[in-house]
């Protein structure tokens, strides 16, 4: 395991719902990234987070709403969203500030928008 | 603007023998190059990385990869693949000094056959 937990693992949800995803790390980092992967494109950075305030966001729309309550757990709060929006969203985390290069993944949270 | 262009989806090889993914990469100054990847229904792990030094950087599991300047390359190589390497292989740049960002690209999937 790399020491980030992604939960759920798998998730559905209807354009309409509000949901939330959770991630958690246990490595003493202190910046945290959500990026998503949809099949055949490059990641996308959505957010960072560097020492619990966000230093990058791009362009994601509002209807993604991230949070660091502290600097080892991030959320992404979904509402309304749109079916192009399904894809395996990953959170990571790095030591040192944003600006160090080795990122530690979790699992990904697979989500499904009908 | 940074980006990386992985040119193949797939690189099919036999166990035993060389393994290549291509990486090529464009970034205003100095880049930091990384590669990473992906196994089945796991987050991204962190392979290798070049700041500066040699153009040969080794990393995990066997793996190095050639940095050259002039073609603004860092190709990923294996002398002998195994079974086992069969994943996603993702290449990133970040531009030095301090950029935030980590740009990946698709992504490309090795299948090592028996």
């Known amino acids: 395991e790399t020491g980030v937990t992604q939960t759920p693992r798998h998730l559905v949800m209807g354009m309409t719902n509000k949901k939330s995803l959770k991630c958690e790390q246990h490595?003493?980092?202190?910046?945290m990234y959500w990026y998503k992967q949809s099949a055949k494109k490059p990641l996308e950075l959505m957010f960072v987070y560097s020492l619990e305030e966000r230093v990058e966001n791009n362009s994601v729309p509002s209807r993604f709403s991230p949070e660091c309550p502290n600097s080892s757990h991030l959320f992404l709060h979904l509402h309304t969203l749109q079916p192009e929006d399904s894809a395996l969203y990953l959170c990571?985390?790095?030591?040192?500030?944003?600006?160090?290069?080795?990122?530690?993944f979790g699992s990904g949270t697979q989500l499904s928008v009908l | 603007a940074q980006s990386v262009a992985q040119p193949e989806d797939q690189v099919n090889v036999a166990e035993g023998n060389p393994l290549t993914v291509k990486c090529t990469y464009s970034?205003?100054?100095?880049?930091?190059l990384f590669w990473y990847v992906q196994y089945p229904n796991r987050g991204l792990q962190f392979l290798l990385k070049?700041?500066?030094?040699?153009?040969l950087v080794k990393g995990s599991y066997g793996f190095e990869a050639e940095f050259n300047k002039s073609q603004t390359s860092f190709h990923l190589k294996k002398p002998s693949a195994l079974v086992s390497d069969s994943a996603l292989y993702f290449c990133?740049?970040?531009?030095?000094?301090?950029?935030?960002?980590?740009?990946f690209g698709a992504g490309t999937t090795v299948t090592v056959r028996a």
């Open positions: 990571a985390s790095s030591q040192g500030g944003a600006t160090n290069e080795k990122l530690f």
């Open positions: 070049y700041i500066t030094g040699d153009n």
């Open positions: 490595l003493g980092h202190n910046a």
């Open positions: 970034v205003s100054g100095n880049p930091y």
């Open positions: 990133a740049v970040r531009a030095f000094p301090n950029d935030y960002k980590l740009s």
